[in-house]
């Protein structure tokens, strides 16, 4: 009997080559495992997934995807004839089972199941959702602390100094954060993960909140919060900042314009204007996520 040899793939009259393979398993650079003769698709090394298009005719090569993150895809070390094979060569929901790790789905593993939600690339266990709302309340309590500082403490005293510092730190603590985002093996550590976790919120990154378990949110949405909570937070300070000047300016000093008024509006302007710039600090590591 006729069959398709090593490092090939197929069933007879039609093998087609093991797209970039290996005989070993989870060789690095190596798209495939095919180690045996008589396979009917290549099985998928570690991080990397093979598309079997359910309607395709065995004349018709299967397609190699590369998976992001690399763990969505744990790779298939299976044997020829076997369950495994069949299931990935029919594809569909199944062969995503059979070649997806846990929390990942679809082809390609690119998408979370529904629980899990997406953070920063990878697909994390959705908590309870007093934990989620949790962290939206840190992330919120971040911004109104950055904007009420100069309103709530005089710059000349001690206490200004030390919240002007924190502040120091959370963005510290946010650059830290971004370290995070790339598979350095950090989140691999229970204790490195939750501070990882903890820099994530600072970073009023609103994928942390992780509204996919919450509700219906889609990829799309999820994109575009991502994009534009930075750039409307920041629009609607200036327009605040504007509107104050243009009300206090032309109005109530013409009205009142003595010294000691004018005086005033100047500190509340040069309050207005430190908020803006502790918000511009608190939100600047947001908007790189935002452009990663």
């Not at 300016?249 to 009205?255: A, E, V």
């Amino acid at each position: 009997q006729c069959f398709c040899n090593i490092g090939w793939y197929g069933v007879p009259g039609y093998c087609h080559p093991c797209p970039t393979y290996s005989e070993s398993y989870d060789v690095p650079d190596m798209w495939t495992y095919c180690a045996e003769a008589n396979l009917t698709v290549p099985f998928p090394q570690p991080g990397f997934y093979v598309v079997s298009e359910p309607t395709r005719d065995v004349s018709e090569p299967v397609s190699i995807r590369q998976c992001f993150p690399y763990k969505a895809c744990p790779g298939v070390k299976g044997l020829a004839g076997s369950t495994q094979v069949d299931i990935i060569a029919a594809g569909g929901v199944e062969a995503d089972g059979m070649q997806c790790a846990d929390g990942y789905n679809n082809e390609g593993c690119d998408t979370c199941d529904a629980t899990h939600y997406r953070l920063n690339g990878k697909c994390e266990v959705c908590g309870k959702r007093e934990v989620h709302a949790l962290y939206g309340l840190i992330a919120a309590s971040v911004v109104f602390f950055a904007a009420a500082i100069p309103w709530l403490v005089e710059e000349t005293s001690f206490a200004y100094v030390i919240q002007s510092r924190m502040i120091a730190l959370v963005v510290f603590l946010q650059e830290v954060g971004l370290v995070g985002r790339y598979n350095l093996g950090w989140n691999d550590h229970k204790s490195l993960s939750m501070l990882m976790q903890f820099c994530f919120i600072l970073q009023l990154n609103p994928e942390v909140i992780g509204l996919e378990c919450i509700t219906e949110y889609s990829f799309v949405e999820r994109w575009q919060s991502l994009m534009a909570m930075p750039a409307l937070g920041l629009g609607l300070l200036f327009a605040c900042a504007q509107l104050y000047a243009y009300v206090f300016g032309k109005f109530y000093i013409k009205m009142k314009s003595h010294v000691e008024v004018v005086r005033v509006g100047q500190r509340r302007w040069v309050k207005m204007l430190r908020s803006i710039l502790n918000l511009i600090q608190v939100t600047y590591v947001s908007v790189v996520i935002a452009t990663l």
